[in-house]
C-alpha cells in the first residue's frame, strides 16, 4: 500500500506534526517506528487507524535530517518512506 506523508520538508520551528495517510487498511492499530540514517529509533508509537490523517507528534529532540518512516500493521511492514526535517 502507498503511504502518504506530509509536510515535506517539515519545519521544526513550526508545526511538530507529521500526517500520515495510508490507504486501504482494516480498522486496527498501527506501529509507526521513525529511525534515522544510522538505523537509531527516534520515535515508536501506536496509532489508532481511524480517520485519515493521521497526525504523529515529532520530538522535539528530533535533530533536522532525513529520517525513515516504517509503518506496520501487527509484525506485517506495511510501507517506507523517507521524511525530510529541516530547521
Known sequence: ???RVYPQP????????LFL?????SNQALN???TDMQGRIVLQQTVQQ????LAIELP???PAGIYLL???E???????TKVVLSD
Open 60 to 62: 522535539a529532540s528530533a
Open 21 to 25: 495517510e495510508v490507504p486501504g487498511v
Open 10 to 17: 517539515l519545519h521544526r520551528s513550526g508545526e511538530t506534526n
Open 1 to 3: 500500500s502507498q503511504l
Open 74 to 80: 501487527s509484525e506485517q511492514l506495511l510501507g517506507t
Open 32 to 34: 509507526v517506528v521513525l
Open 50 to 53: 481511524g480517520t485519515m490523517p
Open 70 to 72: 516504517q509503518v506496520f
